[in-house]
């Protein structure tokens, strides 16, 4: 169920409706439960028996980590077996077809069979938030994991589609404390639900036309064409996402709870740390926590290891958006990026004088730069192959 549709402003109203007029107090984390469930069935019923089925190794994987005191290897076997199991899953649902296919371009022949499978719906989202919830538990961060929290935080219909990413420790301790928001704030957050709808339907959807040269390159487009393209689709991709994302923070705040924050400002940020910073940051926040930093982070004072930490983390944040080379490269160049400033802010700035001080020149190109190195990585982002990224890449530089 799409938010841009009349099916969800039907289900939505009805929902909230519901939940303050008919809802016992008590009973409204399990009706969340209830219409999340109804809301994720919409499109393949099959696949809820898949989050559902998640979830519960989750939740037993959780409370068998809380459950006394553990010898450290048992905890360690339980994290390790319940997040094999839940990583598996995207694994094989997202990736196993991209995987047959790269080994039989590679062999040049057809090895392995390619299976036609139907990626469930949010897969991405719910396994992250899971993985979430099991690591913090093993690190103590997390005490108690009630089945009416844990439920209502897996099946929270506004973030099940596209997120944002939600934190467990946040989000459970709302569900106590459930009240009718003040007509001020429910003005608020429905007028973040329409700012949300012209995002995506308006402005991120009339851009579609101008992004033509970058998914289909070659004649008639000329060097303008793809720089408009290139363009048309940074617009596009932030209204689009950042659409969505408040849509699913104004429902939810509509229904009295808070969600994180997706997105702020990201394309005037100064440089590519400040970029991802706040550009999807419950992602850019998750890919830090539970892979740059246990991979050692800048731990240790090695740049080598840095980048090759960063390296890692953003081919994976780049896999995680899709299946595909276009997507794992396009995370190399965020990790290029990424290496690259870290070097820049410790090796250069403290020797140049200027860089050193504050200036509306020096922050003018600063962004700039940063703002047209992230949307040469759209490009491939959005090329449906890398010798399609190529060819925009040469039709926009190359005379």
Same mark, same amino acid.
């Given at each position: 169920?799409i ?7 039907v289900?939505a109203t009805i ?8 809802? &016992?107090r +008590?009973a409204r984390?399990?009706y ?6 109804i =809301?994720?069935a919409w499109?393949?019923p099959?696949y ?10 989750t939740?037993?994987g959780?409370?068998?980590? %809380?459950?006394?005191d553990?010898?450290a290897a048992q ?5 390790s ?6 990583a598996?899953s995207?694994?094989?649902f997202?990736y196993t077809?991209?995987?047959?296919l790269t080994v039989n371009q590679?062999a040049?022949r057809?090895?392995? &069979?390619? &299976?036609q499978?139907v990626? &469930?719906?949010?897969? @991405?989202f719910?396994t992250?938030e899971?993985?979430h919830v099991?690591? /913090?538990?093993y690190?103590?961060k ?5 089945l009416r /929290?844990?439920?209502a935080?897996?099946? =929270?219909f506004?973030t099940l ?7 467990? $420790?946040?989000f459970a301790?709302?569900? /106590?404390a459930? $009240?009718?928001?003040?007509t001020?704030i429910?003005a608020?957050? %429905?007028?973040?639900v329409a700012i949300?709808?012209?995002?995506k ?5 009339s851009? @579609?036309?101008l992004t ?8 008639p487009?000329?060097r303008a /064409? ?5 363009l ?9 996402f @950042?659409g969505?994302?408040?849509i699913?923070i104004g429902?939810a705040?509509?229904?009295? %709870?808070?969600?994180p $924050?997706? #997105?702020d400002?990201p394309y005037w940020s100064g440089?590519?740390?400040v970029?991802w910073r706040r550009w999807?940051?419950?992602?850019s926040t998750w890919i830090?926590?539970?892979i =740059? ?5 800048s731990?240790?004072?090695? +740049?080598? +290891?840095t980048?090759a930490n ?7 944040a780049g896999l995680?958006h899709?299946?595909?080379l276009?997507f794992?490269?396009?995370?190399l160049w965020?990790?290029?990026?990424l290496a690259?400033h870290? =070097?820049?802010d410790?090796?250069?700035?403290p ?6 001080k504050p @200036?509306f020149?020096v922050?003018?190109v600063?962004? %700039?730069?940063? #703002?047209?190195?992230?949307a ?7 090329a ?8 925009v890449y040469?039709g926009m530089?190359?005379p």
């Amino acid at each position: 169920m799409i938010f841009n549709t009349w099916t969800f402003a039907v289900f939505a109203t009805i929902t909230v409706l519901a939940y303050w007029t008919v809802v &016992p107090r +008590r009973a409204r984390p399990w009706y969340l439960v209830i219409v999340g469930c109804i =809301f994720y069935a919409w499109a393949v019923p099959a696949y809820l028996l898949l989050i559902l089925a998640l979830a519960a190794i989750t939740y037993a994987g959780g409370q068998a980590l %809380l459950s006394g005191d553990l010898p450290a290897a048992q905890r360690r076997a339980i994290l390790s077996l319940a997040v094999v199991a839940i990583a598996g899953s995207l694994v094989t649902f997202k990736y196993t077809k991209f995987l047959a296919l790269t080994v039989n371009q590679v062999a040049h022949r057809s090895i392995l &069979p390619i &299976p036609q499978i139907v990626v &469930p719906l949010a897969i @991405s989202f719910f396994t992250f938030e899971f993985v979430h919830v099991l690591v /913090d538990i093993y690190q103590r961060k997390i005490s108690r994991l009630a089945l009416r /929290d844990f439920a209502a935080f897996t099946m =929270f219909f506004p973030t099940l589609v596209a997120g944002p990413i939600k934190r467990f $420790e946040s989000f459970a301790p709302q569900l /106590d404390a459930i $009240e009718m928001p003040s007509t001020e704030i429910l003005a608020l957050n %429905l007028y973040r639900v329409a700012i949300g709808l012209v995002k995506k339907v308006v402005i991120a959807d009339s851009m @579609s036309v101008l992004t033509q040269p970058i998914l289909a390159p070659g004649f008639p487009y000329g060097r303008a /064409d793809y720089w408009i393209a290139m363009l048309a689709y940074s617009a596009k991709i932030y209204f689009d996402f @950042s659409g969505y994302s408040d849509i699913a923070i104004g429902v939810a705040g509509v229904l009295g %709870l808070r969600i994180p $924050e997706n #997105f702020d400002r990201p394309y005037w940020s100064g440089n590519i740390a400040v970029f991802w910073r706040r550009w999807h940051m419950s992602l850019s926040t998750w890919i830090r926590d539970y892979i =740059f930093i246990p991979l050692g982070g800048s731990r240790g004072g090695s +740049r080598v +290891r840095t980048a090759a930490n960063l390296f890692i983390a953003m081919a994976i944040a780049g896999l995680w958006h899709g299946a595909a080379l276009t997507f794992v490269a396009w995370g190399l160049w965020h990790g290029l990026g990424l290496a690259v400033h870290r =070097f820049w802010d410790a090796a250069v700035v403290p020797h140049v004088a200027f860089l050193r001080k504050p @200036s509306f020149a020096v922050g003018a190109v600063s962004t %700039l730069a940063t #703002f047209v190195f992230v949307a040469l990585g759209w490009v491939l982002f959005a090329a449906t192959s890398l010798p399609s990224a190529v060819s925009v890449y040469a039709g926009m530089l190359l005379p």
